[in-house]
């Protein structure tokens, strides 16, 4: 057989254009390639990131959820509220505040003001189980047995921080509400006080407003009237209506 010999012009040539032919072939796929690559890449950081964020607000959620009880969460959800209440200044110089709502809680006591906010707070504190109480208290659990009603009672903070300022409310009229002598005496008063004060630092809203120029008073005022981002009260109120009715009955103490 006759050997091809590679000194040959025409074997150079033909062995050259083989040659290129084969870098073409080799090489035209890859920007190809790597395009697909690149979209596969980006892609899967897209997931990736997505993930990220997705258990961030579950994390975050949680976090914020940590002390709450834990039968109540499923009751959490948030929606906008607009808040109202802001003073309204006449031309005339008089300042009053609106009341835009069905239900009035401030103003001049009344039934319908204290039956308002006895609506806020009458079903504040159901029973639990007794599982449920060791998971709150898992030290002393026993320590929080309520020997009057039977069983473990839970009150929730929100409610309890309502019933003082209700009680703050009323200390405004002593004329309408007589001072009750107490055992605690002032110190449910400073108890109240001091428990709003680390509600509110503790929820820390950052919600902005502005102040608006009142001519009547010649300076600015604040307007509060503004959007904020709330739990749904209303649901969370009949949970522990439901709960308070449905839940856990007395039961000699164990």
Request: include cysteine; charged fraction near 20%; proline fraction near 6%.
């Given at each position: 057989?006759?050997?091809?010999?590679?000194?040959?012009?025409?074997?150079?040539?033909?062995?050259?254009?083989?040659?290129?032919?084969?870098?073409?072939?080799?090489?035209?796929?890859?920007?190809?390639?790597?395009?697909?690559?690149?979209?596969?890449?980006?892609?899967?950081?897209?997931?990736?990131?997505?993930?990220?964020?997705?258990?961030?607000?579950?994390?975050?959620?949680?976090?914020?959820?940590?002390?709450?009880?834990?039968?109540?969460?499923?009751?959490?959800?948030?929606?906008?509220?607009?808040?109202?209440?802001?003073?309204?200044?006449?031309?005339?110089?008089?300042?009053?505040?609106?009341?835009?709502?069905?239900?009035?809680?401030?103003?001049?006591?009344?039934?319908?003001?204290?039956?308002?906010?006895?609506?806020?707070?009458?079903?504040?504190?159901?029973?639990?189980?007794?599982?449920?109480?060791?998971?709150?208290?898992?030290?002393?659990?026993?320590?929080?047995?309520?020997?009057?009603?039977g069983g473990?009672?839970?009150?929730?903070?929100?409610?309890?921080?309502?019933?003082?300022?209700?009680?703050?409310?009323?200390?405004?009229?002593?004329?309408?509400?007589?001072?009750?002598?107490?055992?605690?005496?002032?110190?449910?008063?400073?108890?109240?006080?001091?428990?709003?004060?680390?509600?509110?630092?503790?929820?820390?809203?950052?919600?902005?407003?502005?102040?608006?120029?009142?001519?009547?008073?010649?300076?600015?005022?604040?307007?509060?009237?503004?959007?904020?981002?709330?739990?749904?009260?209303?649901?969370l109120r009949?949970?522990?209506?439901d709960r308070?009715?449905?839940?856990?009955?007395?039961?000699?103490?164990?």
């Amino acid at each position: 057989m006759e050997r091809v010999s590679e000194d040959n012009p025409e074997t150079q040539t033909f062995l050259l254009g083989e040659t290129i032919g084969k870098r073409r072939l080799s090489s035209a796929p890859w920007p190809w390639i790597l395009t697909g690559l690149l979209a596969v890449s980006t892609m899967t950081l897209s997931v990736l990131l997505f993930s990220s964020a997705a258990d961030c607000k579950a994390r975050c959620t949680m976090q914020n959820q940590r002390s709450d009880f834990p039968a109540a969460r499923s009751a959490i959800e948030y929606h906008e509220v607009m808040f109202t209440g802001n003073p309204i200044h006449k031309e005339d110089g008089t300042i009053y505040v609106p009341h835009p709502g069905a239900i009035r809680y401030v103003g001049t006591p009344s039934p319908e003001v204290d039956k308002a906010w006895a609506n806020l707070t009458k079903t504040r504190d159901p029973m639990i189980t007794e599982a449920e109480a060791k998971e709150l208290w898992p030290d002393n659990y026993h320590d929080y047995w309520h020997h009057q009603k039977g069983g473990y009672v839970v009150g929730f903070d929100m409610f309890h921080t309502l019933h003082c300022l209700n009680q703050l409310r009323k200390a405004f009229h002593p004329e309408y509400y007589p001072v009750v002598p107490s055992a605690i005496g002032d110190a449910h008063r400073d108890h109240c006080i001091d428990h709003i004060r680390q509600q509110i630092m503790c929820s820390g809203d950052m919600t902005a407003y502005g102040t608006r120029y009142q001519p009547s008073v010649n300076h600015n005022y604040a307007d509060s009237d503004v959007v904020h981002i709330c739990r749904n009260f209303d649901k969370l109120r009949a949970w522990t209506t439901d709960r308070h009715n449905k839940g856990v009955k007395p039961k000699v103490s164990s």
